[in-house]
Nanobody, 127 residues
Framework: QVQLVESGGGLVQAGDSLRLSCAAS????????MGWFRQAPGKEREFVAA????????YYADSVKGRFTISRDNAKNSVYLQMNSLKPEDTAVYYC????????????????????WGQGTQVTVSS
């Protein structure tokens, strides 16, 4: 039984902040890299951020670099996405995903390498 549950989404104004959380029921949480992806209506799912198994390495899409921060707490089997200076173009459904350890950097950016996905949480940013 594997389950990823996102929370923390909502409706905010441009410039506001949100903190998304993802609780995982993975057998060995620290064996997985974790990522956040998002999908806006009519658009393809896109990479947002990822973090390796230990939390020492992070990766970000250019569109969110400097505004978003991904972190994890292996003791709590959780991963977080702190989103600051939100823009209307950040509006999307945000998904938490887990990837079995594979250190090659290129694998962190592609949804094809992730094994488990959460149900998503809606983030809406008004202008």
């Amino acid at each position: 039984q594997v389950q990823l549950v996102e929370s923390g989404g909502g409706l905010v104004q441009a410039g506001d902040s949100l903190r998304l959380s993802c609780a995982a029921s993975l057998r060995t949480f620290s064996s997985y890299a974790m990522g956040w992806f998002r999908q806006a209506p009519g658009k393809e799912r896109e990479f947002v951020a990822a973090i390796n198994w230990s939390g020492r390495l992070t990766y970000y899409a250019d569109s969110v670099k400097g505004r978003f921060t991904i972190s994890r707490d292996n003791a709590k089997n959780s991963v977080y996405l702190q989103m600051n200076s939100l823009k209307p173009e950040d509006t999307a459904v945000y998904y938490c995903a887990a990837k079995w350890r594979k250190e090659l950097a290129s694998t962190y950016y592609s949804s094809d390498y992730y094994d488990y996905w959460g149900q998503g949480t809606q983030v809406t940013v008004s202008s």
